[in-house]
């Protein structure tokens, strides 16, 4: 009877595959077909083209495109590619083996890849099942949940599927015969190599992508070269300020770690030299990533996976270029801090990780949320380890510190620092959290009278939604540690509370702005800290929050990092704006690589409107007109936007002697000079100099200013 065992498993494999290729196919073909879904992947230009390559067409009928696609004939050419994928694998396969490279000869391997295949079955099953039934399960809001996660879905399918086809890798370098330790040595430093590599052609993509965006004049003032102005009137006797509001900036934030920045400013005083340092920093978060798996996991290939899922994870993406291209945030500087801060705890070296952590405090008051939930999980991990074991005892007092510290540093910014700031008003993003309060005191009223108030916000389906997108395109690695997720529980928490809508008509008034702005940032090292974690060989010390470990064994570690790049880089396709998403080849859609990456006309008729004011002058100005003027004197903002500096009334300054209006971009309002306010109700006072630009920029200069025209 075992004779015949073998082919019976053989036999069963081979039928859940096919059974595991149609469901696939099912699920492109309904999600690319489908009027509601298909729209949720990228712009339609792109799916034009996806759909012909896949047989099929794309008929433009007003109101809406029609997608004609056979199955059969996309099923055809997904059996081509999956026949060519396969083909390559037994290539390789047979070239290592005649070099001598051993396969993963783990005992469960078979094991692994059925229960895989069961994953992929399942994953793909629901989302069809759901789908088709979506019209008669009586859950509000189960439609327009698959509408949204469809992508998402699909993308994790798509991982799955080529995780499968690609099979077992190789055994790991140190397993392999001859010598461990130089085998070891080899694997991890070819490994290093290739993260550095990654790391150093990912921040050469973000600069790039950053410095045109600067030269095409789409970079926001308020919330990019406002920063840049900092450093500015620092080094030149003007204080820590920018003159969009008046007083201090402290007054908005406990936010001073670019001032680090300081001595490279004074060599390089740009705008774009903080934008290098800030894709510097985001890519250098592969290195304690790499020490906190490779620690973990003891495989050099799982660390160097999980490093490089970090360059294709699409929320980091909008940490660098937010969706509505705000490129600069202060949060880039600090979060390999938080990094090292808990690689550097892990291993013990509790100066240099407190260090850290100080350093990442001076990002914003927020990451103390962050810091003192790091301490806490410290503790609670080794909550029921043995107590005389003095390193346990330091860890134990190290982490309870830590706690306590960040609990008072978050509590005297909020209360008292900020406020003093402020003229005593309270932190202005208390008003983010709509009707649930306007303040510190309101937010806790709120959620101590009416708790049921606070729980319909936070469990809702967005909050969901937050979950699977920030978690999918890790394979959901970091669910299998909930104790490290504790460390990001806080921040999460107030996210998902925020009631900032990206849209109008939405549920509880639209997404808020996560993970598509940057107050996501701090819950990023906590994920691929619990991503790490999951993958250890020796397990975690017992907390009082049992962890979720599987049954079995599963996939190697390896293959678990390797899947979650896949996915990662699955769901970057259609999430990611950056060239591994689709919208960055994008022919028609506004944040396409021809809309903002190649510089219009805009920015070279600004230079010559800046030829004509002197540096030493005070100017008001359109956004991202600004991002050219933080060396000037001052730098007004012109808007209908009420600033301190001028006493919260409509117009500009009285001090102000120049003022530059953009007719030209897409947010403005002033399209001629008819639409000028000055022009109108003060139009003896300004007198407008001669147009050199076509009409692109209209340039005001105050009748009796002292300041003379550049030359």
């Known amino acids: ?129 759901l789908w088709i039934l979506s019209p008669i399960i009586p859950f ?12 998402m879905w699909l993308a994790v399918s798509l991982a799955l599927a080529l995780e499968l086809l690609i099979g077992r890798g190789r055994a790991e370098c140190c397993e392999q015969q001859g010598s461990v330790g130089q085998n070891k040595a080899i694997c991890g430093r070819w490994t290093l190599a290739a993260v550095i590599l990654a790391m150093l052609a990912w921040e050469g993509t973000s600069f790039w992508m950053n410095k045109r965006l600067y030269d095409g004049l789409l970079v926001p003032h308020g919330d990019s070269a406002m920063y840049e102005e900092h450093l500015w009137n620092v080094w030149h006797g003007k204080g820590f300020r920018s003159y969009l509001d008046q007083g201090l900036f402290l007054g908005e934030h406990i936010q001073v770690i670019h001032l680090l920045l300081l001595p490279m400013h004074m060599i390089w005083p740009s ?209 299998r540690r909930p104790i490290y997720l504790l460390g990001g529980l806080a921040t999460f928490v107030m996210l998902s509370l925020i009631q900032l809508g990206n849209g109008p008509g939405q549920e509880n008034g639209g997404l808020p702005p996560v993970p598509y702005h940057h107050f996501h940032a701090p819950l990023l090292p906590i994920l691929f800290w619990a991503a790490a974690a999951s993958l250890s060989v020796t397990g975690t010390a017992p907390g009082i929050v049992p962890d979720l470990k599987p049954r079995t064994a599963t996939l190697p570690v390896e293959r678990r990092a390797r899947l979650a790049f896949l996915c990662a880089l699955m769901t970057g396709v259609t999430g990611s704006l950056m060239p591994t998403g689709a919208t960055f080849w994008s022919a028609t859609s506004p944040f396409g690589h021809d809309k903002l990456y190649v510089p219009g006309p805009r920015a070279a008729a600004l230079e010559k409107v800046l030829a004509k004011i002197p540096s030493t002058a005070r100017v008001a100005s359109t956004d991202f007109v600004h991002t050219r003027l933080t060396h000037f004197e001052r730098s007004y903002d012109y808007s209908d936007y009420p600033r301190a500096v001028n006493n919260y009334q409509p117009g500009v300054p009285p001090d102000t002697d120049y003022i530059v209006l953009d007719t030209t971009h897409r947010y403005s309002t002033v399209r001629s000079l008819a639409d000028v306010r000055e022009l109108k109700t003060e139009p003896d006072r300004w007198e407008v100099l001669p147009d050199e630009t076509g009409g692109m920029f209209i340039v005001l200069k105050r009748r009796g200013s002292e300041q003379g025209e550049a030359r």
């Open 1 to 129: 009877m075992s004779r015949h065992k073998p082919s019976r498993t053989l036999n069963g494999t081979a039928a859940l595959s096919l059974l595991a290729l149609t469901l696939l196919s099912l699920q492109i073909w309904l999600a690319f077909t489908d009027a509601l879904l298909w729209p949720q992947f990228w712009p339609d230009d792109i799916h034009e083209h996806v759909v012909r390559w896949l047989g099929g067409s794309v008929q433009k009928k007003p109101p809406a495109s029609v997608v004609e696609l056979g199955w059969l004939s996309m099923v055809g050419r997904l059996l081509i590619v999956t026949g060519s994928v396969w083909f390559v694998k037994r290539v390789l396969t047979g070239r290592r083996r005649a070099s001598g490279i051993a396969e993963d000869s783990e005992s469960d391997a078979p094991d692994a890849a059925s229960r895989l295949l069961r994953v992929f079955l399942i994953s793909s099953g629901s989302w069809l099942g």
């Open 140 to 151: 509000a809001g189960i439609t327009s949940f698959l509408i949204v996660m469809t992508p």
């Open 271 to 479: 705008y774009l030299m903080m934008e290098l340092c800030a894709s510097s920093c985001l890519a250098l978060c592969c290195l304690p990533i790499y020490s906190m798996v490779l620690r973990h996991s003891r495989s050099p290939r799982a660390a160097m996976w999980l490093a490089l899922v970090w360059l294709v994870y699409f929320p980091m993406h909008y940490l660098d270029i937010a969706i509505d291209l705000k490129t600069l945030r202060p949060s880039c500087y600090g979060l390999p801090f938080l990094f090292w801060g808990i690689d550097l705890g892990e291993r013990g070296k509790w100066k240099r990780s407190a260090a850290c952590l100080l350093i990442a405090l001076l990002t914003q008051e927020d990451f103390a949320l962050i810091t003192g939930s790091i301490g806490l999980v410290f503790v609670l991990v080794k909550w029921k380890a043995d107590s005389t074991d003095t390193s346990v005892a330091q860890q134990k007092r190290w982490g309870a510190g830590l706690l306590i510290a960040s609990v008072v540093w978050v509590l005297a910014a909020v209360l008292f620092v900020i406020p003093a700031f402020r003229g005593g008003a309270v932190v202005h993003y208390s008003r983010y959290f709509g009707d649930l309060g306007n303040s510190p005191g309101d937010l806790v009223r709120t959620a101590i009278t009416s708790p049921g108030k606070v729980l319909s916000v936070f469990l809702s389906q967005r909050t969901l939604v937050y979950v699977v997108v920030l978690t999918a395109p890790l394979a959901f690695l970091s669910l």
